[in-house]
């Protein structure tokens, strides 16, 4: 059976290149019919956060990136912390101890300080194993405790990157268990993954260097690697560098916080590096089952682009219902909004839903339709055909407009029809004459269509902000 995992650490938030590992691991296994696995890997005590492993839980949860087995649910390779699986990593421990190739290691900090600074010296890589100790104690716990290398050539396949080889110099003797008796990464995941069953690994592309050493623990240990996939990293927007969070690597729930739909993150996150090899760039979740091939990722880095997460999911907003929208939108609407009721909302974000990018939008795309805005004439005088209009004419030209518009029955076919009669009787271009209109109704730096907003706003409303965009205008000169 293919079973993946995802295996955070609770040191903080996950942001986009932890979702992206554990999004092309639950693909995998969703595809084969598998197992996901969530493992928390909490040894780092120095650095663990509180609370970060429910984190962990909301975010995967919040996209629906579901495991089959993990710390807070049920599964017969557990327990999935691997604060509580010590007495493993002593037994496997115990058995390089026996075969000699793990030691007690009995050099201080400060020794192990003064091996690096004669490699400097003499320009050369520093290597632990050539200081290993003739006649190390024994192991009791209170010291670290080493592998033993075999230094040696390796050569093997990666899924992304391809066929790899690496020359003996790369690998050394390195921590298995701490001091403090908890184990390093290095050792405890590859425990883990061979009492979990784990089939394929995908992981960042900072391990690269590390996995010579852990071919060599595999070798001692006799346990045949799993299939290995190593995904590079994420860029920031400019594409020089990591993806962090100096760059605005956000919060993944921060983007749901923000109404972002869960759907387009995974799409999004999905192709940061990879394609189906079409122009298509938007995916639904069994989309991307049926299409993903870990094979097919980039073996570069992947810019992120926030502007195309945002295209990206305005894309997901247009093509919703609208009743499943507004549900959505519940927690988005400016606080003026609760004093309407759902016909008028669901009006409003009907004629809204093209232009939406993102749910946290909403207050400032539509509260003009919900309260009255105040006269900001900068909104005129920054428009490019407005300004040039001396203060006589745009009074007339609203006065003109009231006039007709008092008309009107204020349905979208009749406004139009009423617009387009200004436009002759005016001999205005609709840029000046409408965007006059759409300000002194609405006040705002944009709107929907003219016809649809007026529409909603409604007759009264809506001569009354002319009325008293016209006293505006003439006390400002």
Not at 161 to 185: N, R, W
Not at 398 to 423: A, H, P
Request: proline share 5%.
């Amino acid at each position: 059976m293919v079973r993946t995992r995802f295996a955070p650490s609770p040191t903080g938030y996950l942001h986009v290149g932890g979702i992206r590992t554990a999004l092309f691991a639950w693909l995998i296994a969703r595809q084969a019919k598998g197992r996901f696995v969530l493992r928390l890997e909490d040894t780092d005590k120095k650095r663990e956060v509180i609370g970060a492993d429910q984190h962990i839980f909301d975010s995967l949860h919040a996209l629906g990136i579901d495991y089959d087995e993990g710390p807070d649910s049920d599964g017969k390779f557990g327990p999935y912390k691997q604060s509580q699986r010590l007495d493993s990593y002593k037994l496997w421990a115990q058995k390089l101890i026996d075969i000699g190739r793990a030691y007690a290691d009995p050099y201080s900090p400060d020794e192990v300080q003064q091996f690096r600074e004669q490699a400097k010296n003499y320009k050369k890589p520093f290597l632990y194993r050539n200081h290993r100790p003739e006649n190390p104690p024994k192991w009791d716990g209170s010291q670290p405790l080493r592998f033993k290398s075999d230094p040696k050539l390796y050569q093997w396949h990666d899924e992304v990157m391809g066929d790899l080889s690496t020359s003996p110099e790369v690998i050394d003797d390195f921590i298995l268990i701490k001091s403090d008796g908890y184990p390093t990464y290095n050792f405890a995941h590859i425990i883990d993954d061979a009492e979990m069953k784990i089939s394929h690994i995908i992981r960042g592309q900072e391990f690269l260097a590390s996995i010579p050493n852990y071919l060599n623990l595999y070798e001692a240990l006799g346990i045949k690697p799993p299939v290995m996939a190593t995904v590079p990293h994420i860029l920031n927007e400019i594409g020089n560098k990591k993806l962090s969070k100096r760059d605005g690597a956000k919060d993944v729930l921060d983007y749901i916080n923000d109404g972002y739909n869960a759907e387009a993150l995974v799409s999004f996150i999905a192709t940061l590096g990879w394609n189906d090899g079409t122009k298509h760039e938007i995916f639904t979740r069994d989309e991307l089952i049926n299409k993903f091939d870990i094979k097919r990722v980039q073996r570069s880095g992947a810019r992120f682009d926030e502007q195309r997460l945002k295209w990206v999911n305005g894309s997901f907003i247009r093509n919703m219902e609208l009743d499943k929208l507004y549900l959505s939108s519940d927690t988005y609407w400016p606080k003026t909004a609760n004093n309407y009721d759902d016909s008028y909302k669901k009006k409003v974000l009907d004629v809204v839903q093209e232009r939406l990018k993102y749910l946290g939008e909403l207050p400032k795309l539509t509260n003009f339709f919900f309260e009255e805005l105040p006269v900001d004439l900068n909104l005129i005088n920054s428009n490019k055909q407005l300004n040039k209009l001396p203060i006589s004419e745009l009074v007339s030209l609203l006065e003109k407009s009231r006039g007709t518009l008092s008309s009107s029955n204020f349905t979208v076919d009749d406004l139009t029809d009423k617009l387009n009669t200004l436009l002759e009787k005016t001999s205005q271009k609709p840029a000046v004459l409408f965007s006059l209109i759409r300000i002194c109704t609405t006040w705002a730096p944009s709107s929907p269509g003219l016809a649809d907003t007026l529409g909603i706003i409604g007759k009264e409303k809506s001569l009354a902000r002319i009325d008293s965009s016209i006293e505006a205008i003439k006390a400002s000169s």
